[in-house]
């Protein structure tokens, strides 16, 4: 009689595959958190930054774009190592640790600035109606319903392949600065080794709303958040790191397509911009309508998936402070207050943007020079907390780490209160 093969378990199946495989699958079980937030980073406030920066100055701060890739990572990587080894969100740590009052302080400051973010983020969204020929009241109510729908699908993981697309639609800056055909040796040459205009008072203020526009406070809430979510363990820690690594590379090479179209496009022709909408109708007729309706359908993707995050992270960091039930894998039943929250926000910024003839520009402004006021805030919060043993253990920030950390906020913070102050004096933008 034949002695049948003893079927191998799953366990030895899993020893058999490659090393290389296993660590493959592993990346992307754990992909998503780091390049969303990244990715949303470059929302419409920051491309209209970018624009303004290739359209006033050309090439020139091309450099800058790549050099920020730094802060960003380390800013984030802080809220990664957070989330994957306490297994808890950024305000239920502050909450937990430092007590209700600064928890109240931290979740005021953030719900201010998250709803201004959220404002400008529809009228990103507005802004691309007009490239499209689009009624933006229409579009802006449309970006509503959609951004509710999708928070109540009931999945995380369905929400983060919906926001990882809207990733795609961003990537589409990038064609667009093929189709502005710039000079490759005048990238190299005046955007990374050419001089720098410092002394030119505009260019520094680009220097600070750039340098406002990588680091949001909504991003480190929100990170952490997808982070305890996704459900991301300290053993996946390195995988993490890669996720954020990718995405901060990712949004600035971004940034650097769209100082490199409208520099191609405008800046040659002295034509000035106020906002991203405003570039991609300018360069149309220089391009061709095609480049200018891929530009501003990476508009659309950029604010649809920043207003995503700044929702979720709102909504997120109050369910975690006052013990709501707060995830994306709860039914809209089980978690009303966290769902109703997120609806609540989105349903108020998209209404704010359909008042008849409000200043969008002014405002957008505004609220990019209010971010440096908050900024000091959520980094300090953070980097206390990424030093104390008490949550971390072991794996606290190195003495390297807390240079690099506390560097990057002190130059974050000093351009971005210099950058307010004049905002109020009237004497930016």
């Not at 780490?401 to 002190?410: C, D, E, F, P, R």
Request: proline share 4%; glycine share 8%.
């Amino acid at each position: 009689m034949a002695v049948l093969p003893v079927p191998k378990s799953p366990t030895a199946v899993g020893r058999e595959m490659p090393k290389w495989r296993r660590l493959a699958i592993r990346l992307m079980a754990v992909v998503g958190p780091g390049i969303v937030v990244a990715f949303a980073d470059t929302e419409a406030g920051s491309i209209t930054t970018a624009a303004s920066s290739g359209a006033q100055f050309g090439m020139k701060l091309v450099l800058l774009q790549l050099l920020l890739i730094v802060p960003l990572f380390v800013v984030q990587e802080m809220t990664v190592r957070l989330g994957t080894v306490t297994g808890k969100g950024h305000a239920q740590l502050i909450r937990e640790n430092y007590g209700l009052f600064w928890c109240w302080v931290s979740l005021g400051t953030m719900l201010v600035t998250n709803i201004a973010a959220l404002v400008t983020e529809f009228i990103g969204i507005a802004g691309a109606a007009l490239i499209f020929g689009v009624n933006a009241n229409v579009m802006v109510i449309a970006a509503a319903t959609i951004l509710i729908g999708v928070s109540l699908s009931g999945a995380y993981k369905r929400a983060e392949i919906w926001a990882l697309g809207l990733c795609l639609l961003e990537l589409l800056f990038i064609p667009a600065a093929f189709a502005a055909h710039p000079s490759p040796m005048s990238i190299i040459k005046d955007g990374i080794f050419g001089s720098q205009p410092l002394a030119n008072r505009e260019y520094l203020l680009l220097i600070a709303s750039n340098i406002g526009a990588v680091i949001m406070p909504w991003m480190i809430f929100y990170q952490q958040s997808a982070t305890v979510d996704k459900g991301i363990k300290v053993r996946d820690l390195n995988f993490a790191r890669i996720d954020t690594a990718v995405g901060s590379v990712a949004t600035q090479i971004i940034m650097v397509a769209v100082v490199v179209t409208t520099a191609a496009t405008l800046f040659v022709r002295h034509i000035s911009v106020t906002d991203a909408a405003h570039a991609a109708l300018a360069f149309i007729p220089l391009t061709g309508r095609a480049s200018g309706i891929v530009f501003g359908a990476g508009l659309v993707g950029a604010s649809m998936l920043g207003a995503f995050v700044v929702s979720l992270a709102t909504a997120w960091a109050f369910g975690e402070a006052f013990q709501w039930p707060c995830s994306l894998n709860y039914k809209c039943t089980q978690a009303k207050r966290f769902y109703g929250m997120y609806a609540a926000i989105v349903a108020l910024a998209a209404g704010i943007v359909l008042i008849p003839n409000l200043p969008l520009v002014r405002i957008t402004l505004y609220v990019e020079a209010f971010n440096a006021v908050v900024l000091p805030l959520v980094l300090g919060f953070l980097l206390v907390m990424a030093n104390d043993k008490k949550i971390l253990g072991d794996r606290v920030n190195s003495a390297f780490g807390n240079v690099v950390a506390i560097g990057v906020s002190l130059v974050c913070v000093s351009l971005g209160l210099w950058y307010f102050t004049l905002t109020m004096m009237g004497q930016a933008g």
